[in-house]
């Protein structure tokens, strides 16, 4: 099990102090919380990609490949990377850039976004979501794929002979996972070329994911790849504890209420009961978080959003040193004694640069091994 963190990278006043932050501290932020995650033995940092206020994440590669010099081992992540409007060339070089730089620790969650703005600003129509996904992703494969790219599509010009570089280390490509919230055709995408599906579950009641993962994990078999139960599968998750359940509350309850995400909406008690925001005390995040795979099956990844709503970086630190100590040990336990021998891993560059040395080699690679 591969458990890290996530961030939206928004900026948002603190309701308690009513300091708002600058855009250069929530990006030095950023990299403080990256190297706590390392420090207290989380597996993954993941940030998210905007180029809208109140968001500072416009170059996630740039901020993980700074993440990347002060770090030796956590995977370097998107929580997403628009397919929709960035140029798939683009996405290929810079990954394989970032694949080099971080020494394979690097992965990426693709998706559309929820900015409808961001598609004419990149010369896109907002209506041909889906068709881009499907189309620019075709392409981003081939470019990993093949030495030299012949393409044509719909949505840019055609590419002749074309090399994208440097070409991907090892000769394996970044691993993909596929996020969505809502979008059939995403996790029908995912299964089709046997990559993850991120299904970032912070927003809905739980029914709503399982039949996205369900769906997911049927159409994963369907295509070959493996039993259903072996589909590579990533959730969210959302926390803030303190060691005595009603100080988390206390504390917690005016950034909540004027979160940008969820404030102004239903009343913390009830998100906490209808998504996986856990507000309490380390054996409450520990117990709640175990359910997830009772609702979604066996899975790989497991990411917490806990730096948004305007904390300021001393709580987040504080956070994860809670985390660290009171959660994390027992959580890997639990989930990994859970697991069926048969159910893979969580997806490394390591491991499928094994994968693919074994099936060259006829043997029968290990369940453990992510292709």
């Known amino acids: 099990m591969q458990i890290g963190v996530f961030s939206v990278s928004d900026i948002t ?50 901020l993980l490949g700074y993440i990347a010099a002060q770090t030796e081992r956590i995977i370097l992540s998107t929580a997403t990377t628009l397919i929709t409007t960035n140029d798939p060339v683009k996405i290929a070089e810079d990954f394989a850039m970032l694949q080099h730089l971080s020494d394979g620790r690097t992965d990426l969650v693709l998706g559309r976004g929820n900015t409808a703005p961001v598609y004419p600003w990149f010369g896109k129509n907002a209506q041909d979501s889906v068709d881009l996904t499907v189309e620019n992703y075709n392409l981003l494969r081939q470019l990993w794929d093949k030495e030299s790219v012949n393409w044509e599509g719909k949505f840019r010009t055609p590419l002749h002979n074309f090399t994208a570089t440097p070409r991907p280390l090892d000769g394996v490509a970044p691993f993909v996972w596929h996020g969505s919230i809502r979008t059939p055709q995403v996790a029908e995408i995912a299964a089709y070329f046997g990559d993850g599906f991120f299904a970032n579950n912070i927003f809905w009641p739980k029914e709503h994911y399982m039949q996205l993962i369900g769906l997911y994990r049927e159409r994963y078999e369907h295509y070959g790849h493996g039993s259903a139960d ?142």
């Open 13 to 62: 006043r603190d309701p308690v102090t009513g300091r708002m932050p600058t855009e250069g501290e929530r990006i030095k932020a950023a990299v403080a919380i990256a190297r706590k995650v390392e420090e207290i033995g989380m597996d993954v940092y993941a940030t998210g990609e905007h180029h809208n206020p109140p968001f500072y994440a416009s170059s996630p590669t740039t």
């Open 230 to 371: 072996q589909a590579i599968v990533g959730l969210g998750g959302q926390f803030f504890m303190r060691r005595n359940s009603q100080d988390a509350v206390n504390e917690f309850r005016p950034y909540f209420d004027n979160a940008p995400v969820y404030g102004h909406g239903p009343s913390m008690e009830d998100f906490t009961a209808q998504t996986p925001l856990t507000v309490g005390s380390p054996q409450e995040v520990l117990e709640k978080t175990l359910t997830f795979q009772e609702y979604f099956g066996d899975y790989q990844r497991q990411l917490f959003l806990i730096d948004h709503a305007g904390l300021p970086l001393k709580t987040v630190l504080e956070q994860l040193d809670l985390f660290g100590e009171h959660v994390l040990p027992e959580l890997r336990r639990e989930l990994d004694s859970r697991r069926p021998t048969h159910v893979p891993d969580g997806p490394t560059h390591a491991a499928r640069v094994a994968a693919r040395e074994q099936a060259a080699s006829g043997a029968t690679p290990a369940a453990t091994s992510v292709g």
